[in-house]
């Protein structure tokens, strides 16, 4: 749906929600329609879910920094930035007082923010159709859902607000009394309201939204619903959200592995894996869209690509952990397993491996480098990247819900799932062999599957704390052997400081455990 990233909407959105104001002051953009004069017919609602849509493709979303601030915190990548930013962040000791450790937190405020109105406002809009009235509404609680999400599980206790801002204090929001359980409870709420919305896809609905891909769906709900159960240990509740999608028929596994990362857009298309993604094009045009309110003149490109690549700013580089665990097992034919090349970038004269971003080889023949959502295995400006970025992608859910079969029992049909996967990377069949297993070998054997399956795309870290490797001696231990980048972790970091800047201008704010040090 290329259509989310190209419309502008002029409304009087509130990009800075927190940002301090003077009450006597009252300015009028001429540019911008106040929410009162907007509204009123089913354009502009369908405009003003467009515009949450629209948030996902800013810096503190999926354009760079929500698969930064995950990717840096795993032990598949390795910071080599200039930029403290980044490097204290693969460390675990980046302060508060660091302005980009608010990026991410302002950017999914600005998604909250477009979906608290649409929330609000679209149910008002008269000429709008039941059913399409529906689906918006489905699209914005499922994306508020989707940003609470991904805040919690970055900064933990946040400011949880759910109406438009009307006066001053709602300017100042508290985060005092806000706990991650109640931060999961609402999210849950909003996909309940999502998955009962929703359509399963648009190809049969009726409305301007027929046919369109990219929006959210019945799938897209139920998947992020049992994430959010999994998270939280639930996995008998978990289940059953995934069941639903597996047995949907609307999702398979694509044949094409690296075609997953690619940017063109016939390829992108082509791929009946993908359920819900941010889209990205190869726009040339000259404001770059690291943020603020959209116009004609934004390019959309997936920053992502630039900052992973070896060629390019060169930010972060495979650990020897990962190279190790992709190359583990070799395909039925006895090649190398496709993910490898998909993922890391590596001169290896005896697999076919003497490309470097469409021509011949050219970096230190005997260092690794990301491939993955870098243009290193079809070269192009990584400016103009328009690599989409998966949020959530089907082998991801079969994976999810072998764990889940695993956990409540049934270790054989969770075997079933996991050689599904394998089998698109053409490995041998170990299927009965993992269905042997007990729970913790499973476990283990399911913890490599993620991590070669998964690799470089925002999972690994947020797997790592929630089965509780990081309160684990050992398995701390083996981190650092991973990655020594683990060795300045401490237990208060797991996850990210409430930036500074936030705490200061309101009174209400108070830092989370990341702030105490």
């Known amino acids: 749906m290329k259509k989310y990233k190209t419309k502008i909407v002029l409304l009087a959105l509130t990009a800075a929600l927190f940002c301090g104001c003077e009450k006597e002051l009252e300015i009028v953009n001429p540019n911008q329609l106040a929410s009162e004069a907007y509204y009123t017919n089913q354009d502009q609602a369908i405009a003003s879910v467009d515009a949450v849509y629209n948030a996902l493709i800013i810096d503190g979303t999926f354009q760079r920094m929500t698969p930064a601030v995950n990717d840096s915190r795993s032990d598949e990548i390795r910071s080599r930035s200039p930029w403290a930013f980044l490097s204290q962040t693969a460390n675990f000791t980046v302060p508060a007082t660091d302005g980009a450790v608010g990026w991410c937190y302002e950017g999914y405020y600005v998604l909250i923010n477009r979906a608290n109105q649409a929330l609000e ?50 300017f100042y929001p508290s985060n005092q009394d806000v706990t991650q359980e109640m931060i999961y409870a609402q999210v849950e709420a909003d996909l309940i309201e999502a998955i009962a919305k929703l359509p399963v896809n648009y190809a049969s609905v009726s409305g301007p939204d ?198 409540t029992g049934n270790i054989p049909l969770a075997a079933a799932q996991v050689q599904r996967v394998r089998d698109r990377a053409n490995l ?51 981190l650092k052997a991973h990655d020594p980048e683990f060795n300045t972790f401490v237990p208060n970091r797991k996850y990210q400081p409430i930036v500074q800047e936030e705490l200061d201008r309101n009174p209400n704010m108070v830092g989370n455990a990341a702030n105490q040090g």
């Open 210 to 407: 027929t046919g369109q891909v990219g929006r959210a769906t019945k799938g897209a709900a139920q998947s992020l619903m049992g994430k959010l159960k999994l998270y939280q240990g639930l996995h008998d509740e978990a289940l059953p959200y995934f069941q639903e999608v597996v047995n949907s028929q609307e999702y398979e596994l694509s044949d094409n592995y690296g075609g997953l990362f690619s940017q063109d857009p016939g390829i992108e298309a082509a791929n009946p894996g993908r359920i819900f993604w941010a889209e990205f094009t190869q726009s040339q045009n000259s404001d770059l869209n690291w943020g603020g309110d959209p116009n004609v003149n934004w390019r959309q490109f997936l920053a992502v690509s630039p900052t992973y690549s070896g060629a390019d700013f060169y930010d972060y580089f495979p650990t020897q952990f990962l190279v190790d665990e992709l190359s583990q097992e070799r395909t039925v034919d006895d090649e190398i397993d496709p993910r490898f090349s998909a993922t890391i970038l590596s001169y290896q004269p005896d697999e076919g491996l003497t490309q470097a971003y469409g021509t011949d080889y050219f970096l230190d023949p005997n260092l690794f480098y990301i491939a993955k959502y870098t243009l290193a295995n079809e070269g192009g400006d990584p400016f103009t990247s328009g690599i989409n970025y998966h949020v959530i992608r089907f082998a991801d859910v079969l994976l999810m819900y072998a764990e889940c079969l695993a956990n």
């Open 428 to 478: 041998p069949d170990r299927e009965a062999e993992f269905a042997g297993y007990a729970l913790p070998q499973f476990m283990e054997q399911l913890a490599h599957e993620r991590l070669t399956e998964l690799a470089i795309e925002g999972s690994r870290y947020q797997d790592l704390k929630r089965w509780g490797w990081l309160d684990d001696t050992n398995k701390l231990n083996e």
């Open 121 to 170: 406002n679209v149910p008002n809009v008269e000429d709008v159709d039941s059913g399409l009235k529906d689906r918006l509404l489905g699209q914005a609680y499922f994306l508020r859902a989707l940003a609470y999400f991904n805040l919690t599980n970055i900064f933990d206790n946040v400011p949880l607000l759910l109406t438009v801002p009307k006066s001053g204090d709602d």
